[in-house]
């Protein structure tokens, strides 16, 4: 955590029960104000839905509204909210990256984190959307409106690493890969489903789900 305004790292703090977000965060590929909606609402709107699913993954479950170590999930919450993002990771990794299995459970929080911001800005896009009744899918300058969105958030991971730096993250760093957050989030979502995608397509997930 960073409380410097030019560091670009948003985080969520269980015990003040919060999310923050430093100035240095609100720039390009994040957010800018000379983007199309939809593109801030992939980009930064996907972040502040990641911070705010923080609340409430396996980190937030420990944590009441008042930031006092208490353990909120029931046993029924367990199941249905770590299998998924388990094996989200452990089948679209490589094996040369892989932990072992019973570890992938450190990267639950952060993949759940992933999968609601995505789903969280979708819907905030979409209900702005048909609120302003906008045409998803009339072409602004660059692309269509209802893509834009799944576009935007992909962006934000066109990274390069090396070998060596890939090998250290699969180590001990809680985050996937860049690659695979993108090329992951997006299939696993069900509402990615409603670019109506065609079937068996590499994008196109046979089991997509959705946070709670």
Request: with cysteine.
């Amino acid at each position: 955590m960073a409380d410097d305004a030019a560091h670009v790292n948003a985080y969520y703090d269980p015990q003040m029960n919060n999310v923050n977000f430093p100035a240095g965060y609100f720039q390009p590929p994040f957010y800018s104000d000379k983007e199309d909606d939809a593109a801030n609402y992939g980009d930064m709107g996907s972040t502040i839905g990641h911070e705010l699913t923080h609340g409430f993954d396996d980190e937030g479950r420990q944590y009441d509204k008042d930031g006092n170590l208490k353990d909120w999930w029931t046993k029924q919450d367990e199941p249905s909210s770590t299998i998924a993002p388990i094996a989200w990771s452990s089948n679209t990794m490589p094996s040369r990256l892989c932990r072992r299995s019973l570890e992938w459970q450190a990267d639950a929080g952060e993949n759940l984190a992933d999968l609601g911001g995505l789903w969280l800005a979708w819907l905030a896009w979409e209900d702005k959307a048909q609120t302003a009744h906008l045409d998803l899918t009339a072409k602004n300058r660059w692309l269509y409106r209802g893509p834009a969105v799944w576009i935007a958030y992909e962006q934000q991971w066109c990274t390069q690493t090396r070998p060596e730096q890939l090998r250290s993250q699969a180590q001990g760093d809680p985050h996937a890969p860049d690659e695979y957050r993108a090329n992951t989030s997006c299939p696993i979502c069900r509402s990615f489903k409603k670019l109506q995608l065609q079937e068996g397509r590499a994008m196109v997930a046979p089991k997509p789900c959705r946070v709670w």
